[in-house]
């Protein structure tokens, strides 16, 4: 009996698999499945498909001689973000440059240029700034609490622990 099952299972699997011919090409942008299939070895089976359009990957036009423009500069005094940035491409050589304000206060330039021939090149200088630039930090002036006796009794003296003597790395 269980032969049986299984071997009407796998006839109603083969019987109801989905079989769909070639899509037929309509145009450069879409094309469409036909709508209803019907099969040679079980003619009084039908499926009824969806229609499956698509969109074809049109290539983007090719551009032999590249070319571009562009620049920003970004001066806000709430955060201290100060940075800038101007590109040009002509064809396969890019120029540019871009700076930024470090968190130690310095001014980071880096000029670089691209091409075919010579590959990436960058140039950083830094340099220091006549004003620092920080985030505004507000103060706050509270008085000291005055306590009749210490919250926590004195610890005794530890012993001074020498300090590691001091590395150079040199490259």
Known sequence: MVQKLIIFSALMAVASAVVLPAP?????????????AK???YPAVAKVAAPVVAKVAVPEPYDPNPQYSF??????GSTGDVKS????????V??????????DGTRRIVQYTADPVHGFNAVVQREPLA???AAPVAKVVAPAPVL???VFPAYPAVAKVP?????????
């Open 24 to 36: 037929a090409y309509h145009g450069p942008f879409t094309y469409a499945a036909p709508a209803v």
């Open 39 to 41: 099969y040679a070895a």
């Open 71 to 76: 620049s920003y500069d970004i001066h806000d």
């Open 85 to 92: 940035q101007h590109e040009t491409r002509n064809g396969d």
């Open 94 to 103: 890019v120029e540019g440059a871009y700076s930024l304000i470090e968190p």
């Open 131 to 133: 004003v620092k630039v």
């Open 148 to 150: 009749a006796k210490p």
């Open 163 to 171: 300090a590691f003597p001091a590395y150079a790395y040199h490259h």
